[in-house]
């Protein structure tokens, strides 16, 4: 939600053709396992550098599964959303 007095900026970026844009909430981050340690950006970025030339469905499905396997059934306390936008090659 959105928090009172928080100040946001926009901006625009122009993304070369070929780039991917990754967009998540901070569930994904703050994933827990039944340890209580949360997912991480380190885990994420490590999850998704090899995956860097494939479609933006499957960087989506493979964070999902990625997240659902760390947590190993722990329960979520917060949304995971995950949305990936891949650009047209020239």
Do not use: K, W
């Not at 994933?31 to 995956?51: D, I, K, S, T, V």
């Not at 947590?71 to 949304?79: I, L």
């Amino acid at each position: 939600g959105m928090i009172p007095g928080l100040r946001c900026r926009s901006g625009a970026v122009q993304l070369a053709p070929g780039s991917t844009l990754l967009l998540y909430t901070d569930g994904i981050t703050e994933a827990e396992n039944g340890e209580r340690r949360m997912f991480g950006e380190a885990r994420l970025l490590q999850c998704l550098q090899p995956l860097a030339h494939t479609p933006a469905a499957r960087l989506v499905d493979t964070v999902f599964a990625e997240v659902d396997a760390f947590a190993g059934g722990a329960p979520q306390s917060d949304d995971i959303t995950v949305l990936a936008i891949r650009t047209m090659a020239r």
